[in-house]
Every structure is written in C-alpha cells, then in structure tokens.
C-alpha cells in the first residue's frame, strides 16, 4: 500500500538549517507530484513546496522562499524539504502527501495520500 514517512524534524535554533525526508513506498515515485505542507498550531494547512513527477518543476511559497529547497531521488524514493535560515514561524507540523497527478500542483485538494508529520520547532 501507499506509505510516506517524514524525517528529519525536530528542534532548531532561529537561523539554523534543518533537512526533512520523506521515504516513499507502495508506488512508483516518479509518477506523482509530492508536496510537503505544514500546519501551525491554531492555523490551517498550507502548501510549503511541490514537485513534479519529473522533478523538472517546483513551487516554493512566497513565506519560505530563498530559505527552503525541494528535491527528489527518485531512486531512491525520497523526497527532500531543505530548511535553511529557519525563523520562530516555521514552526509547524510538516506533512509528506502524494497527489493524484504528475504534473506539478500544490492544491490540497489535489493530494490523496498523506503522511503521519513530523514536527519542526524554531526557537532559541
């Protein structure tokens, strides 16, 4: 069955970099459009970094933007969320989830298969 699960979180002081994982299984990697969403406490879900099937596009939204970095290995079925120069508001849960399509999308509504989260926390 599908499964995708997050790495990686943990406890970070402002300014500092921290890199998720997100181990998928149960399908064929490059097929899907991957994204990872956070969710704040008190906050609605919101859509951070998406790639494509390919790899060859991205969205990064405009809060992470120049500090977050999304890839894929597709070989070794995993996708990445660089965290660099974290700030206190990146605190959040983060969420692996898979889409129903390759192309590249980062509508929530779009993505079916969600993983368990991993927490992030920025604070000295």
């Known amino acids: 069955q599908v499964q995708l699960v997050e790495s990686g979180g943990g406890l970070a002081q402002p300014g500092a970099s921290l890199r998720l994982s997100c181990a998928a299984s149960?399908?064929?990697?490059?097929?899907?459009?991957i994204g990872w969403f956070r969710q704040a406490p008190g906050k609605e879900r919101e859509g951070v970094s998406c790639i494509s099937g390919s790899g060859g596009t991205t969205y990064v939204a405009n809060s992470v933007k120049g500090r977050f970095t999304i890839s894929r290995d597709n070989a070794k079925n995993t996708v990445y969320l660089q965290m660099n120069s974290l700030k206190p508001e990146d605190t959040a849960v983060y969420y692996c989830a898979r889409s129903r399509m390759y192309s590249l999308t980062c509508r929530e509504s779009d993505y079916n298969y969600w993983g368990q989260g991993t927490q992030v926390t920025v604070s000295s």
């Open positions: 149960g399908f064929p990697l490059d097929y899907y459009a």
